[in-house]
């Protein structure tokens, strides 16, 4: 369980952080799978959660795990970026999923070079695999990137 979130000096309950660590969780993973069970599980009414969804603050905790969750993502994106530059196979779908993590949770100053050359890299569609390799534009700012996260 992490830390509840606070403003203007009101904190969370227990109850209510369980409640937004769950509504963090992707819809498929939560356990029980309904508001309703959940507010069962936990010895509270649905009225109750409905309730609750209207303070700033459970959405405040929300967020706060769900960046992160993202945050934890980045290292995951570097080996994507690392091992597409090695694989032909799906190379595109991997570069574009990793650029979309490191534009949402990596470090803008650190990772800005890395995702302009991540979209300009498909812009000349006559560029092979082989051009690419010899120019190996990203090297450099990924060995950067994984340096300031160690």
């Given at each position: 369980?992490?830390?509840?979130?606070?403003?203007?000096n009101?904190?969370l309950?227990t109850?209510?952080?369980l409640?937004?660590e769950?509504?963090?969780?992707?819809?498929?993973?939560?356990?029980?799978?309904?508001?309703?069970?959940f507010?069962?599980?936990?010895?509270?009414?649905?009225?109750?959660?409905?309730?609750?969804?209207k303070?700033?603050?459970?959405?405040?905790?929300?967020?706060?795990?769900?960046?992160?969750?993202?945050?934890?993502?980045?290292p995951?994106?570097?080996?994507?970026?690392?091992?597409?530059?090695?694989?032909?196979?799906?190379?595109?779908?991997?570069?574009?999923?990793?650029?979309?993590?490191?534009?949402?949770?990596?470090?803008?100053?650190?990772?800005?070079?890395?995702?302009?050359?991540?979209?300009?890299?498909?812009?000349?569609?006559?560029?092979?695999?082989?051009?690419?390799?010899?120019?190996?534009?990203?090297?450099?700012?990924?060995?950067?990137?994984?340096?300031?996260?160690?």
């Amino acid at each position: 369980m992490t830390l509840p979130a606070v403003r203007n000096n009101r904190i969370l309950t227990t109850d209510q952080v369980l409640y937004a660590e769950w509504l963090a969780l992707p819809t498929m993973e939560r356990s029980p799978r309904s508001k309703d069970a959940f507010a069962a599980t936990i010895g509270v009414s649905p009225p109750t959660l409905y309730n609750w969804e209207k303070l700033p603050e459970l959405w405040d905790h929300r967020d706060s795990i769900l960046r992160q969750y993202g945050k934890d993502l980045v290292p995951l994106a570097m080996r994507v970026i690392k091992q597409s530059l090695q694989q032909t196979e799906n190379r595109k779908v991997a570069l574009d999923a990793a650029r979309d993590v490191l534009s949402r949770f990596a470090d803008p100053a650190r990772t800005a070079k890395l995702i302009v050359t991540l979209q300009d890299m498909y812009r000349n569609p006559h560029e092979t695999e082989q051009q690419f390799r010899e120019s190996n534009p990203v090297e450099g700012v990924v060995q950067e990137i994984e340096d300031a996260a160690d």
